[in-house]
C-alpha cells in the first residue's frame, strides 16, 4: 500500500489539544494510520514511501464547512433573477468548478444548507464520489421546507409555482411530512426546515411561522431514515420551537437569548452562526440590496457583538457554517467566517477546532474526519505559518499550502 509521511511541521490535531512541533503523520492508503514527533515515529526503509516535508508550516485536519449553498455564488441584485436566467441543469454546471476551488482552500468536507432545484447536490455529490468531478466530501440538503410565503423561496407571488427553486412550498403536518421524505426519496442526507424568516427576506426576520407540528412531522421522518435535520431559525420562539421539534443544527441563531442557549446545550444542537453573511450585508449592501436587509443586518450584529461571548460561556457547540453562496459571499471565501468567530471573542484555537472536531460532528462525519487521529480518513491541510497566530491565513490561497482528500494530494502550490 502507499505510504505517505508528512514530517517536520507544527501539528494541530483539531481536538484543541496543544501545538506538537516536530511531528510526523503517517498515512497508508486513505487513513492515518500513525501520528508522533520526528525521532520516535520508526520509519521502515521501505520503497514506496512518499515523504512531504512541513517544516515552518501547520499541518492539521481539513477544514468542514456545514453551511453553504452551491448553487449560488455571492450574487446580490442577481440572485432573484436566477430562476429567469439559468434552469437546473445550468446552475449545477455552474457549481461545478465551485466544489473544486473550495476544496483546493483547504475544506475537504462540506454541508449544502439546501440548494434544491432538482436536487442538484445530490448529483454533484454522486459525481464527487464516482470520481467525475473535483470536490470534498459533500453532503446534501435539497429542497428547504417553508411555510407559503415563507424564507427560502425567493420568487415572487405570481411565479410561487415555478418549479425551479430552493425552497418547497408547504403547510400543514402531512405537506411537511410529504415534503420531507420527497427529499430523502431523492437521496438527500439531511431534511432542511425554515422555522422563521431572515434578514434577507422581507418582513420580521424572527417570525416565526410553520408550527411545532409542521417542524416536527418534517424532523421525525428525517430521523426514521437516519438522516439529519437543520433547521434555519433566527429569533428565541422559531429557535426554541426547532429544538423541540428535534432539529440536529440550528442556522444563523440570530438573537440566540440565554433560555435558547441552555436549551441548545441541554439537547446537544451544533450553532452555524453565520457572522460573515451579516457583516457582509452590513458592510456592503448599501446601494446593492434594499434599505431594509442593511438595517437587519445592523440590528443583527449589534446582537452579536453582545451576545456571542454568552454563547461560548454556556458552551453551545459552535460548527464552522459561513454560508457562501447569498449576497457578498463567494464560494472559496468560506474560512473568513473564523476571522469573525475570534472577532467575536473565540480564540484562534476555539475556532480551529469549530472548524474541525465540532463541524465533523455536527454533519454526522464525527467518527470519520475532523481530527488528525489514528483510523480517520487523511484529509489533511498543511498552511504556510501558524492560524493560532493569525487565523485569517486560513483564508488566503497563497497559504494553503497542500491539500489531502482521502490519502491523496489534491493541490500543492
Ligand atoms: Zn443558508
Redesign the pocket.
Known amino acids: 500500500m502507499q505510504k505517505k509521511v508528512i514530517q517536520g511541521g507544527v501539528l494541530l490535531d483539531g481536538t484543541g489539544n496543544p501545538p506538537v512541533k516536530d511531528a510526523v503523520v503517517v498515512i497508508e492508503g486513505n487513513k492515518i494510520t500513525k501520528i508522533g514527533k520526528k525521532g520516535e515515529v520508526k520509519l521502515a526503509q521501505e520503497k514506496n514511501v512518499d515523504i512531504i516535508e512541513a517544516k515552518g508550516k501547520t499541518i492539521m485536519p481539513g477544514m468542514i464547512d456545514s453551511?453553504?449553498?452551491i448553487y449560488t455564488d455571492g450574487e446580490t441584485s442577481g440572485f432573484t433573477s436566477l430562476p429567469i436566467n439559468y434552469n437546473e441543469l445550468a446552475l449545477a454546471m455552474r457549481s461545478i468548478p465551485r466544489l473544486k476551488k473550495i476544496l483546493e482552500m483547504g475544506i475537504t468536507s462540506l454541508r449544502d444548507?439546501?440548494s434544491g432545484w432538482g436536487w442538484l447536490e445530490v448529483a454533484l455529490r454522486d459525481a464527487i464520489n464516482r470520481g467525475d468531478i473535483v470536490g470534498p466530501r459533500f453532503v446534501t440538503s435539497g429542497y428547504h421546507l417553508t411555510v407559503t410565503g415563507g424564507h427560502g423561496h425567493f420568487l415572487p407571488p405570481w411565479l410561487a409555482s415555478h418549479k425551479e427553486q430552493c425552497g418547497m412550498h408547504c403547510d400543514g403536518p402531512d405537506e411537511w411530512r410529504k415534503a420531507a421524505r420527497l427529499n430523502i426519496y431523492n437521496g438527500t442526507d439531511n431534511v432542511k426546515v425554515v422555522a422563521s424568516r431572515d434578514i434577507i427576506s422581507p418582513g420580521i426576520a424572527t417570525a416565526s411561522q410553520p408550527t411545532l407540528e409542521e417542524l416536527t412531522a418534517a424532523i421525525e421522518e428525517a430521523h426514521k431514515m437516519g438522516k439529519g435535520a437543520i433547521a434555519?431559525a433566527q429569533g428565541p420562539d422559531a429557535i426554541q420551537k426547532a429544538i423541540k421539534a428535534g432539529a440536529n443544527s440550528i442556522?444563523?441563531g440570530f438573537f440566540l437569548d440565554e433560555k435558547s442557549a441552555d436549551m441548545m446545550v441541554e439537547n446537544n444542537v451544533f450553532l452555524e452562526s453565520?457572522n460573515l453573511y451579516v457583516k457582509r450585508v452590513m458592510n456592503m449592501g448599501k446601494g446593492e440590496l434594499p434599505d431594509w436587509m442593511v438595517e437587519k443586518a445592523i440590528e443583527t450584529w449589534e446582537d452579536k457583538k453582545k451576545n456571542f461571548k454568552m454563547y461560548l460561556d454556556k458552551g453551545i457547540k459552535i460548527s464552522f457554517g459561513s454560508?457562501c453562496?447569498?449576497p457578498f459571499l463567494k464560494q472559496g471565501d468560506n474560512a473568513l467566517e473564523l476571522v469573525m468567530f475570534v472577532e467575536l471573542g473565540m480564540s484562534p484555537m476555539a475556532a480551529i477546532v469549530a472548524a474541525t472536531k465540532t463541524a465533523a460532528e455536527a454533519i454526522g462525519y464525527g467518527d470519520k474526519v475532523g481530527t488528525i487521529e489514528e483510523g480517520k480518513f487523511a484529509d489533511i491541510i498543511m498552511v504556510d505559518g501558524n492560524p493560532l497566530d493569525d487565523i485569517s491565513i486560513l483564508s488566503e490561497v497563497e497559504k494553503i499550502k497542500m491539500v489531502m482528500k482521502d490519502g491523496n494530494v489534491v493541490i500543492t502550490r
Open positions: 453551511h453553504v449553498h444548507g439546501g434555519h442556522v444563523h453565520t454560508d453562496g447569498v
